[in-house]
């Protein structure tokens, strides 16, 4: 099953939220490098008990709003 997430980061804070479609998630990780996505995706993956390769980031790379697609 495809699924298509929102979501909003927040950084400085560590929080996982899920709510029908949308994720809210607080990491620590700058958003440099790529770092921040890496982290988000590592704790959405654990969240879900799922391998990190099914989350894809599909819009949103460079923004705070994101649109991720987990398989």
Known sequence: MITLYN???E??????IVEAN????GIK???IKGEAN???IKKIAKHFGISTSL???KS???SKQKIILIQ
Do not use: A, L, T
């Open 60 to 62: 949103g790379h460079k």
């Open 29 to 31: 990780s700058k958003p």
């Open 11 to 16: 950084f400085n804070k560590e929080f996982v």
């Open 38 to 40: 890496k982290e988000i």
């Open 7 to 9: 979501v909003s980061v």
């Open 55 to 57: 989350i894809q980031i």
């Open 22 to 25: 949308q994720i809210r998630i």
